[in-house]
């Protein structure tokens, strides 16, 4: 990722298409050739300058306004160039064709947020807020991206960073002194450091867990037998006509998607063919994909038809599941749909575990299922000092917060100073992991090549 840092780069920083301006951005070590190249005339720094943009043989490319950053004043810590022109594609090209020309070098994916990570200009945590607030489909998502941009989310983990080394200071020194009478190691005003550390990152992680769903939305798969009511759930949760209803069973025989907001919950419903026994090929290939989903699935509604199950369990009318996901963690909701036919009362039923009753075609009672799936995802339902998160960054407070618990059962159970030691090292190089502090190539890789170029 680094082995170009030096080249100038150059991008159209806007998106692709027609409109009624067009940026070209370059960054690097020094521009004035490229100021001398396309405008004829040096031009001061962080002002707006109307300049004509000329090609190699002096010939107007376009006209409009120059903005000159020098470094290390500038967004990437380099010395940065704009030309904003008019949107057309092809005077836009023009424009990074003659860059080119003068040396720069397309940039890649994400490159000038890599070089401002890697000048210090901000940490990994801020950098990918930016993508965020780019992908934001809702104000919600993009105001917490701005508070992860600003620095928020980093700020508490660099709290939970230096709580961490102070620990580590106490804990090594111990280790470093074991002649001393007094054993440092089980007062329990260590043990007292330890609890709050780890309550801290609850904290964290909790709130980060909301920012992933504010970003992300919930993966909300919907299964069942053929003819259950999946797609009449699908239609009526979208609020439109987004899947074939007939009362032929096996209407579905692909995937199908929809984004929806539901009292600020971001959803990614996902419906699939009904799961049975088939030897019609195309059926058994939507059958197969349906499983596919319900792996991949953050929760699955198991929708059945009312009028011929009652109030059964999950164990009892899905099987299968259990047959191939024994450990599962994923949550799983039994749906009883056609209460309109059946008579059952809407709701949560009674005696039955994670189990609602409603009508698709009559669209009762989703009040209580859509709250039972803000509850079980954890959503509050507010975004109000939220920050945007990615699953990586859960993956790493989640791994802090093992190695501690598991180090503060070692120091209890066997007086392990020194695998605490270690597990609180392992702990710290986690979270460092999410601001940057800690990171490798291929992981930064990763994440830049996800952005857009330009950017």
């Known amino acids: 990722m680094l082995q170009n840092d030096k080249d100038t780069i150059v991008a159209i920083a806007t998106a692709t298409g027609r409109g009624g ?29 109307y300049c004509r943009f000329l090609d190699a043989a002096g010939e107007i490319i376009d006209q409009g306004v120059a903005l000159y950053f020098p470094a290390p004043h ?31 070098r397309v940039a890649r994916p994400g490159e000038f947020s890599e070089r401002a990570f890697i000048n210090d200009k901000m940490d990994l945590a801020q950098a990918e807020a930016i993508a965020d607030l780019i992908d934001a489909s809702s104000i919600e998502a993009a105001k917490s991206a ?23 200071i106490y804990v090594e020194a111990a280790i470093d002194f074991p002649e001393e009478e007094i054993d440092f190691l089980q007062d329990e005003k260590l043990f007292s450091a330890l609890d709050k550390l ?40 979208a609020g439109n006509e987004t899947a074939i209803v007939t009362p032929v069973a096996g209407t579905t025989r692909d995937v199908l998607r929809e984004k929806i907001m539901l009292n600020g919950l971001p959803l990614n419903i996902v419906d699939t063919a009904g799961l ?35 109030a059964p369990s999950l164990q009892s009318v899905w099987p299968e599941f259990f047959d191939r996901y024994p450990n599962s963690k994923q949550q799983l909701t039994l749906v009883l749909n056609k209460i309109d036919i059946s008579g059952l009362t809407a709701g949560a039923v009674p005696g039955v575990q994670t189990a609602f009753a409603i009508s698709a075609k009559e669209q009762t009672g989703f009040q209580s299922l859509v709250e039972h799936l803000q509850k079980s995802a954890g959503f509050l339902g507010h975004s109000e ?21 598991i180090g503060i059962a070692q120091l209890r159970n066997a007086g392990a100073g ?38």
């Open 146 to 168: 701005v508070r992860s941009m600003q620095g928020d989310f980093s700020k508490l983990i660099n709290q939970l960073v230096e709580e961490m080394i102070q620990i580590r």
């Open 74 to 104: 500038s967004f990437t810590g380099e010395s940065v160039l704009e030309f904003q022109g008019h949107g057309g594609m092809v005077i836009l090209d023009a424009l990074v064709q003659r860059c080119v020309c003068l040396g720069a």
């Open 385 to 405: 000092g939220l920050f945007s998160a990615r699953r990586r960054h859960l993956v790493s407070l989640e791994n802090a917060l093992d190695l501690i618990v």
């Open 21 to 49: 301006v067009g940026v070209v951005r370059l960054s690097g070590k020094d521009l004035h050739v490229y100021i001398q190249g396309m405008i004829g005339r040096e031009i001061l720094p962080r002002q707006a300058s």
């Open 276 to 310: 049975r026994d088939t030897n019609n090929e195309i059926e058994a290939e939507g059958v197969r994909r349906a499983w596919r989903e319900i792996e991949a699935a953050d929760q699955i509604l198991f929708i059945v038809d009312s009028t011929q199950d009652h």
């Open 198 to 237: 780890t309550q801290d990152i609850t904290i964290v992680l909790q709130k980060a867990q909301q920012g992933s769903l504010l970003k992300d939305g919930l993966t909300l798969v919907l299964a069942g037998r053929p003819n259950a009511g999946k797609s009449s759930l699908l239609n009526s949760l």
């Open 418 to 455: 020194e695998l605490l030691a270690e597990d609180l090292r392992q702990a710290q190089k986690e979270l460092s992991e999410i601001t940057g502090q800690f990171t490798s190539d291929d992981l930064l890789g990763r994440i830049f090549s996800s952005f857009c170029i330009g950017k």
